[in-house]
């Protein structure tokens, strides 16, 4: 068994893996509470730069693109609550990814096609540069149908007016087609093919049988079923948010989604109902038959890789053509309770928008903070090299520690202190049950962030090594069991194997640190953890952060460089 194969069997085991609290139901609405949610002038959970609107619910991010150089940002949007209900299209725009500015509602319900709510969608850019939006709206009847809405003006670059189709609903279940009426949507970005038609991807199942059904189209209105789904797989349950996306072979260049060619796969993503996690598969487009084949070591585990084994839902990509790159925008809901996110006034955040490529071995994707994050550093710190001896905290001073980003990098050689793992066990479960607090041979070493002053709460980011059958594996965990006294909050411990080696590659960490958030990039992006923590001692300026080695045996620091991160104008805020 090679440590590739062994990698993507633990990556499958997380798929049935016990131990993991799920999200709240994305769609269940809390009636009686829309008007309760109140603004607060303590908050110290919001966050500094990281998206997010002044109040209220939101959830998947939707109809990403850039226009005329600016980039959109739709999401879904509860605007009488901090729980999930009454959506509409909420719309931010931005020039840079990092500060954005609030714009009225895109799209909300009036007309019957989506009277009772306007749900995910994707944007497409038609020939011309034209934008389109492909949604789903519930009728009347609260069945999920598909609805276009164009631009009112194509020489306004923020796009502030949309005008839908008058033949909404383009897509329907009916009793012909035999689509499930509640299990049907979520357009994805469209893609045309050499012989002039638009192809869509909708989300769907038949009992347990996930499914992304195919649609094509000459004219982007009148829609036609393919014979087959693109892709399906039993036991997996509903597929919400389907994303399909060219990658090429060996560069991290962003490729436009009607490509295709010798050098490009393709990936296809879900967000999994059941799960409330994303998977992924990578694989090849058979354009001609409209099949989509996982590479080997995908074809009989589906979904086994995950863009992020934290927090992480609902995500969609677009092609930024400006920049050459594939941009990854999440969902990252909270960890609080219902009765918490009502107090606060607000609940839901997006993830740093991420550049997404393949990886050179053509076995996983590699993700990564867009760069102009990086405009916010400020205060740089740098250490020297230096040992870091078991029993080690030390205190990265000089940086604010509510709000900052941090680099490290850590080198081991004592190998064989390394602990041997006896029997094959989920690395979620492993991270439960081996803390930051349980001493081994080789880790815990990493990060404790939002710490108090006396270590009665804080947040570990780490890695542990471990022998498996003669192989090395990199476990990476992220452990919220002490980050808060509030009992009420979801403080799972999260965690996966990163696909690298420690004899011959330095063991990266890079964590995004944002009052409430801490999203973590091990292995130069190969594993993301993304955590939502409410501490009540370690907030603002009372946080802390430390480097620390709890094994027994010493590990080099290489490099590390943290910066404060200065606020972005958010939504006003």
């Not at 290489?558 to 910066?563: G, K, N």
Request: glycine share 8%.
């Amino acid at each position: 068994m090679t440590i590739s194969t062994i990698w993507l069997c633990v990556l499958f085991s997380l798929i049935y893996g016990c131990g993991v609290l799920p999200i709240e139901a994305t769609h269940y609405v809390y009636r009686n509470l829309q008007s309760l949610s109140s603004d607060s002038s303590n908050q110290p959970y919001r966050t500094a730069y990281h998206f997010q609107p002044p109040k209220n619910w939101i959830n998947d991010p939707n109809g990403p693109m850039r226009y005329k150089g600016v980039y959109h940002l739709f999401y879904q949007y509860n605007p009488k609550g901090a729980v999930w209900g009454n959506i509409i299209w909420a719309h931010s725009v931005s020039k840079d990814l990092v500060n954005w500015t609030p714009l009225d509602p895109a799209i909300y319900p009036s007309q019957p096609s989506d009277i009772n709510g306007c749900w995910s969608g994707s944007a497409t850019m038609l020939h011309g540069g034209k934008p389109a939006i492909l949604y789903t709206g519930i009728d009347p009847l609260n069945h999920q149908v598909q609805n276009l809405a164009y631009p009112k003006n194509l020489s306004d670059p923020f796009l502030r007016e949309w005008v839908k189709s008058a033949k909404n609903p383009l897509l329907a279940p009916t009793s012909a087609n035999k689509i499930n009426a509640s299990s049907f949507r979520d357009p994805t970005t469209a893609w045309l093919g050499q012989d002039g038609y638009w192809r869509v991807l909708v989300g769907s199942k038949i009992n347990t049988l996930g499914m992304a059904i195919l649609f094509k189209s000459k004219d982007f209105v009148n829609w036609a079923r393919a014979k087959h789904p693109l892709h399906s797989a039993q036991g997996t349950g509903m597929w919400e948010c389907p994303d399909f996306f060219p990658v090429l072979d060996k560069s991290p260049l962003g490729l436009d989604t009607s490509v295709n060619g010798d050098d490009v796969r393709h990936v296809l993503k879900v967000s999994l109902d059941d799960k409330k996690h994303d998977y992924y598969l990578v694989g090849t487009y058979v354009a001609a038959k409209d099949i989509f084949i996982p590479d080997k070591g995908f074809e009989e585990t589906e979904f086994v890789l995950r863009y992020d084994y934290g927090k992480f839902y609902a995500s969609k990509t677009f092609f930024d053509k400006g920049n050459d790159r594939r941009i990854l925008l999440g969902w990252v809901n909270e960890s609080s309770s219902v009765a918490d996110d009502m107090k606060k006034g607000w609940s839901g955040i997006q993830a740093i928008p991420r550049a997404i490529w393949l990886h050179k071995s053509g076995k996983q994707l590699v993700q990564w903070p867009v760069v102009e994050i990086e405009k916010l550093r400020a205060n740089p710190v740098k250490w020297p090299t230096k040992v870091l001896k078991g029993g080690d905290l030390l205190q990265i001073n000089g940086v604010t520690a509510a709000q900052a980003d941090v680099e490290i990098a850590f080198e081991v050689n004592k190998i064989e202190k390394a602990d041997v793992l006896d029997y094959w066990t989920d690395p979620q479960i492993l991270c439960s049950r081996k803390g930051s607090a349980v001493k081994s041979g080789l880790g815990p070493f990493g990060l404790l962030v939002f710490a108090s002053k006396g270590l009665q709460e804080y947040t570990s980011v780490f890695f542990r090594i471990l022998r498996y059958q003669h192989k090395n594996l990199v476990l990476l965990c992220s452990d919220q069991s002490r980050s808060s006294l509030n009992k009420d909050n979801d403080m799972t411990t999260y965690g996966t194997f990163v696909d690298v080696d420690p004899l011959h590659e330095k063991l990266s960490l890079r964590t995004l640190i944002d009052h409430s958030v801490v999203e973590s990039f091990g292995g130069e992006g190969k594993a993301c953890i993304t955590a939502r923590v409410y501490p009540t001692l370690a907030i603002n300026d009372k946080a802390r952060v430390y480097v620390f080695n709890n094994g027994t045996a010493d590990v080099k620091i290489t490099r590390l460089s943290a910066w404060s991160m200065k606020k972005a104008q958010i939504n006003g805020n």
